[in-house]
């Protein structure tokens, strides 16, 4: 009986010091981006940072599928920088 008390007293403590020592090794993870699938309407053109001056015609766009540094142009004339 005194020989199952002290194997479960070892157990925990190894356990312990494996949960001590494998903490140092978790990443907090950031949430995955949630961006929503509908396209902005009367879409004339957008232009990014990454692409220079050039016109991107995408067939559908938001915001957050075109990304930071894009900014969105409608054919009223208006824009909407992301």
């Known amino acids: ?36 699938q509908f396209c902005v309407n009367n879409l004339s053109y957008v232009i990014c940072s990454s692409s220079g001056d ?3 015609k995408p067939l559908c766009t938001n915001c957050c599928m075109a990304g930071p540094g894009c900014t969105l142009f409608f054919t009223d004339g208006t824009s909407q920088k992301c």
């Open 54 to 56: 050039t016109h991107l």
């Open 1 to 36: 009986m005194a020989s199952n008390k002290i194997s479960i007293a070892a157990m925990l403590l190894v356990f312990g010091v494996v949960l001590m020592l494998g903490s140092g090794n978790v990443k907090e993870v950031d949430a995955a981006k949630f961006c929503p």
